[in-house]
């Protein structure tokens, strides 16, 4: 794609060129942060947390979820078919061996 040119406005405002906002998937109200290198404005698309999901994303949690992904893929998952048949089997000898199993 060629470059663009737009125009510095009244207060400090610059419109971004429609296809260049299109093919970036942006929408109004999305963030970018604005950052300069060697001279250049760049502009980077941010995704914005909302606080009350912050938890998901610490490195701690994620380290979690890559463990699971990786326990799904090994096989190494018990599926029940509801919360009681689940605790049932938590209780059995059999869930005791299956935990001290070599994985």
């Known amino acids: 794609m060629p470059n663009k040119r ?6 400090n405002q610059v419109t971004i060129p429609t296809e260049l906002i299109e093919q970036l998937n942006l929408k109004e109200g999305e963030q970018l ?4 290198e060697n ?8 995704i914005t947390i909302e606080k009350d999901q912050a938890w998901f994303w610490t490195e701690e949690w994620q380290k979690g979820e890559r463990e699971a ?6 096989g190494r998952v ?8 689940a605790i049932e089997w938590l209780d059995s000898d ?9 994985k």
């Not at 059999?94 to 070599?102: G, H, L, M, Y």
């Open 33 to 36: 942060e604005v950052t300069i």
């Open 94 to 102: 059999e869930a005791d061996s299956w935990a001290n199993e070599d």
């Open 6 to 11: 737009v125009r510095l406005r009244g207060k």
């Open 78 to 85: 018990k599926s029940f078919k509801n919360a009681e048949e």
């Open 39 to 46: 001279g250049r404005i760049v502009l980077i698309p941010v």
């Open 69 to 74: 992904d990786e326990d799904i893929k090994a």
